[in-house]
């Protein structure tokens, strides 16, 4: 059943400090709005429990694209439109330029934001993969000031963040210090366009000669948050995919990864056919690294 | 309420509406243009996109708030404004090319189509095969298994091009 529009309240503060005092004020009270893509399908099909809502889609405080010597700064109000016009982004990123090129429509892409994508925290989310294989960082802001942590340490459970009731995401700072680095991702859906995924994974590695010196997996849906692949890392680095070794290596990586993934079934999937899916894309990059 | 400040297909108007109503709604309901369709309400088919400041949204996933000081233009906005009184209205090339290509059977995607091709040949004004499909790609439509479409737009794009050299 559609909700009754009348029975929410929506408004939008002028500044970023103004929606923090508010947030302050009544913790719990009141729900950030950025571009609704997920929120209004929700108030759509009558399951907004929110009434309450302050909107941070004007701010432009938290829509900008930064570029340091050593990182890449993204406010959460940039939208994946943004993401896929930003140079520096499709140069240095090009595992989170791919995942904003293939999350939704092109409609959905020009509202929906990066910091709604983090903090609506679906494990089958298109961009955390990404954003975990590069090891990035989020700053949380309140009328407290702000904090950084890594974002291995946001997602908590399903659905459920290190976001306190106070909070906004403010920025997600991504390392661009991967030249050289072998990069690679696959989402898998039921079409290519606008299919939330039944998994997807990132995929980082560097290469000693034939050995794999450092290796890095972010993935969706193969637990109940995304999941930054640390069991699989451990047992690959340092193999080799040199040709007499490489199925031993590819062996070792499957295995590793139907020890780790704990995916959840729901209606996009299984949670067995995600873990075979999961494995074939990670031996595709294990393969692509000997090319 | 809201009050909001709407400046749709040229016309600036004041609206008071409920904050969190849909954009979909404000237009069909309080702006009576009913061109702008509701397909799903979930942000699925692009059959209520608009363009707002220029860009394409679906309008059953944008809260009046949010389009506040906005101008959005519709599948009414599109034309050229009807000539003196009598003539007959003209079509908007896009339109046109739909008409002639059979790329609109029922009409129920067709305002959707049509802006998300305006948007797309803005952006790329002789779009690639892959091109129109991604841009294309959030809009649905059950009858003319989009082969006609694709054609339109590439007839369009052509048409367009040839008008602006
Ligand atoms: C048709 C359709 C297709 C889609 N396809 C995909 C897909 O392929 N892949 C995918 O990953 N997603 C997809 N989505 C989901 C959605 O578009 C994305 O998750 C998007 O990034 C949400 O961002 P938003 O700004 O619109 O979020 P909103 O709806 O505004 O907010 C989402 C949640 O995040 C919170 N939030 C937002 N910003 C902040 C902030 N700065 N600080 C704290 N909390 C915040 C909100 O309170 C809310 O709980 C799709 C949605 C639709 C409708
Ligand atoms: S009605 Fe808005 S996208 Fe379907
Ligand atoms: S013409 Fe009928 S849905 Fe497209």
Redesign the pocket.
């Known amino acids: 059943m559609r909700s009754d529009v009348t029975q929410y309240e929506l408004t939008a503060p002028t500044t970023l400090a103004a929606v923090l005092a508010q947030l302050a004020a009544e913790p719990g009270k009141h729900?950030?709005?950025?571009?609704?893509?997920?929120?209004?399908?929700a108030l759509g099909v009558g399951r907004l429990a929110a009434k309450s809502l302050l909107s941070?889609n004007h701010l432009k405080e938290?829509r900008f694209i930064r570029v340091d010597d050593d990182a890449i700064h993204i406010g959460?109000?940039t939208t994946?439109t943004d993401i896929r016009r930003n140079a520096d982004i499709a140069r240095d990123l090009p595992l989170l330029a791919s995942s904003a090129s293939?999350?939704?429509?092109v409609a959905?892409q020009n509202?929906?934001?990066?910091?709604?994508?983090i903090?609506?925290a679906?494990p089958?989310?298109?961009?955390p993969p990404a954003l975990l294989a590069y090891g990035a960082t989020v700053t949380l802001i309140s009328t407290n000031g702000t904090r950084t942590v890594p974002y291995t340490e946001f997602h908590l459970g399903y659905k459920r963040t290190a976001?306190r009731p106070d909070e906004?995401?403010h920025t997600i700072t991504v390392p661009r210090t991967f030249a050289g680095w072998k990069q690679h991702i696959r989402k898998v859906g039921t079409r290519n366009a606008?299919?939330?995924?039944k998994t997807a994974l990132a995929c980082l590695a560097k290469l000693d000669g034939e050995t794999i010196a450092e290796i890095r997996i972010g993935a969706a849906s193969l637990a109940d948050r995304p999941l930054r692949c640390t069991g699989i890392e451990a047992a690959l680095t340092g193999l080799s995919i040199a040709k007499a070794d490489l199925e031993a290596t590819v062996r070792a990586g499957r295995a590793a990864l139907a020890f780790e993934a704990k995916p959840i079934d729901d209606i996009r999937s299984t949670g067995r056919y995600r873990s075979i899916v999961a494995a074939n894309l990670l031996e595709e990059f294990l393969r692509s690294l000997v090319l | 309420m809201s009050t909001i400040q709407i400046t749709i297909n040229g016309t600036s108007q004041s609206l008071d509406v409920p904050p969190m109503k849909r954009l979909l709604d404000v237009l069909r309901e309080d702006a009576h243009l009913t061109g702008t369709k509701e397909g799903c309400g979930?942000?699925?088919c692009g059959a209520c996109a608009v363009l707002m400041n220029g860009e394409l949204v679906n309008s059953c996933?944008v809260p009046a708030l949010h389009a506040d000081g906005a101008s959005v233009c519709t599948i009414e906005g599109v034309a050229p404004s009807a000539a003196a009184e009598g003539e007959p209205a003209h079509l908007h090339p896009i339109q046109q090319c739909f008409f002639e290509n059979g790329g609109a059977q029922c009409g129920i995607c067709t305002p959707g189509m049509i802006l998300a091709t305006h948007h797309l040949l803005d952006k790329y004004p002789n779009p690639t095969l892959e091109q129109i499909k991604e841009g294309l790609a959030g809009n649905l439509c059950r009858c003319t298994g989009y082969m006609r479409i694709f054609e339109s737009v590439q007839k369009a794009a052509q048409a367009l091009t040839t008008i602006s050299t």
């Open positions: 729900t950030p709005i950025a571009g609704g893509t997920e929120l209004m399908v941070i938290l959460a109000g994946f293939w999350t939704g429509s959905n509202r929906g934001t990066l910091g709604g994508n903090c609506n679906s089958a989310a298109d961009t976001l906004l995401l606008q299919a939330i995924s | 979930e942000g699925e996933l």
